[in-house]
């Protein structure tokens, strides 16, 4: 005889496959909606005949953020199957459209100085592709904060969810316009002389900085003052921290030498000199949001 335990095990299993099923669908309409926006761009071309590299760095970094985008909407509580996959198709899709249009905003203000596309397709800079790819997964960092939690209604939901991703949007516009200009060198500069340990550099301070909006935006919503003032500080906090920490990593991870010279100041710019500050921006970020 089938016990309510069987029964409960077998409505949990059928559940979690109609959501992989329902992912891998929403992931197909990610990447209808990337060939639909860059029609212009032979996608297969790129990745096979050209061997862009530049191009596959965004383009992964694309698909990471969908991934992203559709596991906030998955996660949550249940209110019964097909409830579940319509809104998780729903803000998945609003979701995708948030992401592009991140992007768009982002590449004209964040490195404004250069067409980001056109470096990454016909000068296939990689420097620049990680850059995108970067702003790619930040987005969907800012958005899995946006849609994770709770509502009253479909409306309240949806526009919770564009508001916090306007707000975080912009916060991570303006720290990392703020944080580049702390940077001892032009970023400008480095990316358009397909500097790649630049590039790494610069997109690991942009993960940090989406890092921590996101913390600040994953907590529970009391009023739109409160989530502006915790944005805020926590953006400023960590900021101010950033800094202070990748000083330390310079000290301690490359003792004797400096990050900065070893990216930007010789002929052939260290790659790993670029990882290793990027890492110490992500782990001072990571540090800094299990602080709070």
């Known amino acids: 005889m089938e016990t ?3 029964y409960l095990d077998s409505t949990s299993i059928i559940h979690s496959l109609a959501y992989i099923l329902t992912s891998i669908v929403l992931f197909a309409v990610g990447k209808i909606l990337y060939s639909l926006i860059y029609h212009n761009t032979n996608i297969k071309n790129e990745l096979v005949e050209k061997d862009n ?4 760095l965004s383009y992964v970094g694309y698909f990471i953020g969908i991934i992203i985008i559709i596991g906030a909407a998955i ?9 579940d996959l319509a809104q998780i198709s729903l803000y998945s899709i609003l979701g995708m459209v948030l992401l592009h249009l991140s992007i768009k905003i982002s590449n004209k203000l964040i490195l404004p100085k250069f067409d980001i596309k056109k470096e990454i397709i016909d000068d296939k800079n990689a420097g620049t592709g990680i850059i995108e790819a970067s702003i790619y997964i930040a987005n969907g960092l800012v958005l899995y904060a946006a849609l994770v939690g709770e509502s009253n209604s479909l409306y309240e939901g949806i526009a919770t969810f564009i508001a916090y991703w306007f707000i975080g949007n912009l916060v991570l516009i303006l720290a990392s316009k703020a944080f580049s200009l702390w940077m001892k060198y032009n970023i400008h500069n480095e990316i358009e002389k397909d500097n790649v340990a630049a590039g790494i550099s610069f997109s690991g301070a942009i993960l940090a900085i989406s890092i921590i909006i996101m913390n600040a935006l994953i907590d529970p919503f009391v009023d739109w003052s409160t989530t502006c003032i915790d944005v805020t500080i926590h953006t400023i906090l960590g900021c101010t921290l950033l800094p202070i920490v990748r000083w330390l990593a310079d000290k301690l991870l490359v003792p004797g030498r400096s990050l900065t010279d070893e990216i930007s100041n010789q002929e052939k710019p260290n790659i790993g000199a670029g990882l290793i500050e990027a890492f110490a921006y992500v782990g ?5 949001v299990w602080s709070l």
């Open 284 to 288: 001072a970020a990571l540090l800094i």
């Open 4 to 6: 309510i335990q069987d």
């Open 75 to 83: 996660k949550g509580d249940s209110y019964g199957l097909g409830s």
């Open 53 to 56: 590299f530049a191009f596959t």
